[in-house]
């Protein structure tokens, strides 16, 4: 068996120093995890911001309390999904569009006391048709022209309590806080070429990656672009997506 690594690529060695290598690799991430575990000691720690509860939300069934989007329970978790009025729906945003894709259930949130909801400010006329077309089970709300917590700023993964009739913001987290529902991200972390993005720190003669966030628009023959020809990558791959033609703007990066 030869040891001569491919062009570009690390040393090819034996079991044993393989090993010798992850084992030493091992020690620093347990203490990623150690500090990941005593940053979200101090995440639940967070002061709280008490906002109403009672401001109205747009749904399928039309107006409804922002209180309903807990379904009974304590907790809630929302995606704060950007919106582009009147683009069509391989215009809308291409990171909220991942983002969404990767957390179609939330079945295991739901037997932890958790309920999970996507907000954005979007007309619901245009966010049903969306929903509808992209094939989303969760539940989604309008929050045009809602402000402060239950509103705000969109592109965010947000945090709620309950108790009783009272809601408090807890956390709110945004651009690479989001990966915490991508898990295919963290998948690719583990993969020898990474997720191929331009900033990432690979070894030299590596594949050289794209712009950063190339994963999540191509064209229509799946080649990575930006520009008018450009749809987020998840929607057009699932099938009976291809026949859309209409080309709408390209969204951006957060």
């Not at 295991?108 to 999970?116: I, K, M």
Request: glycine share 12%; with cysteine.
């Amino acid at each position: 068996m030869t040891t001569i690594p491919p062009p570009g690529r690390p040393p090819v060695v034996d079991l044993a120093t393989w090993q010798a290598a992850r084992d030493e690799l091992l020690v620093r991430e347990k203490a990623h995890t150690r500090e990941g575990d005593a940053i979200a000691a101090a995440r639940r720690r967070l002061p709280m911001v008490e906002f109403d509860g009672t401001v109205e939300v747009v749904g399928p069934g039309g107006p409804v309390p922002f209180l309903d989007l807990f379904q009974g329970r304590d907790e809630l978790v929302v995606y704060k999904h950007m919106w582009h009025d009147g683009a069509p729906h391989q215009g809308q945003c291409e990171g909220c569009t991942t983002t969404a894709w990767h957390l179609k259930d939330a079945v295991y949130l739901n037997a932890r006391g958790v309920s999970f909801a996507v907000l954005t400010t979007g007309r619901w006329e245009e966010v049903a048709a969306y929903v509808d077309f992209m094939g989303y089970t969760e539940p989604w709300y309008s929050v045009r022209g809602v402000d402060g917590p239950a509103g705000g700023a969109m592109g965010y993964l947000t945090c709620f309590l309950r108790d009783g009739d009272r809601t408090f913001l807890t956390y709110s987290t945004t651009g690479r806080g989001n990966e915490r529902v991508n898990a295919s991200m963290g998948l690719l972390d583990m993969t020898p070429y990474g997720r191929g993005e331009a900033w990432e720190d690979n070894p030299e003669g590596w594949p050289k990656g794209e712009n950063a966030c190339w994963t999540w628009r191509s064209d229509a023959d799946g080649n990575p672009t930006w520009g008018p020809t450009s749809r987020p990558r998840p929607q057009w791959t699932r099938p009976g997506a291809t026949p859309v033609q209409t080309l709408g703007r390209n969204g951006h990066c957060h």
